[in-house]
């Protein structure tokens, strides 16, 4: 009979530690989410701007790419009109394909070559994990 009766401090005392252990737990977990959600918001920020970044300096320079190619092209085919023209004009042509070629090489090297997005979030959410499971 006197098993089953324990003192009611030591039941209380066992509730307690039970309680901020799970709190103290609870406020972990929660504060690494918290600083993942901080650090992924900060990623997409700096990536948001460094797009728009290289997406306008992409516009302006193929508008004025664009428009030093049209000069030039008009002044060779004008300086060639009497003799050569059409020699001219292939030539330019073909001087033109193998740049769109270089381009397109180029831009699919830098696709397959890019880092990972939100490398950094997955990094420290690995570590975390590393950290809290044995």
Not at 38 to 54: F, M, S, V, Y
Not at 101 to 114: D, L, P
Request: net charge neutral; hydrophobic share 50%; aromatic share 4%.
């Amino acid at each position: 009979m006197d098993e089953n009766l324990t003192p009611p401090s030591a039941a209380a005392q066992s509730r307690a530690d039970d309680g901020p252990s799970v709190r103290r737990i609870g406020g972990a977990l929660l504060g690494l989410l918290e600083g993942h959600v901080e650090l992924l918001g900060l990623e997409i920020k700096e990536e948001k701007a460094r797009t728009l970044r290289l997406l306008t300096y992409a516009a302006l320079g193929l508008v004025f790419g664009l428009l030093l190619v049209i000069g030039l092209s008009s002044a060779i085919v004008i300086a060639a009109w009497d003799e050569h023209r059409m020699l001219a004009i292939l030539g330019l042509c073909v001087l033109y394909a193998i740049g769109v070629a270089i381009c397109f090489g180029k831009a699919k090297s830098q696709v397959r070559n890019q880092a990972r997005p939100f490398h950094d979030t997955l990094e420290e959410m690995a570590r975390n994990r590393e950290r809290l499971l044995p």
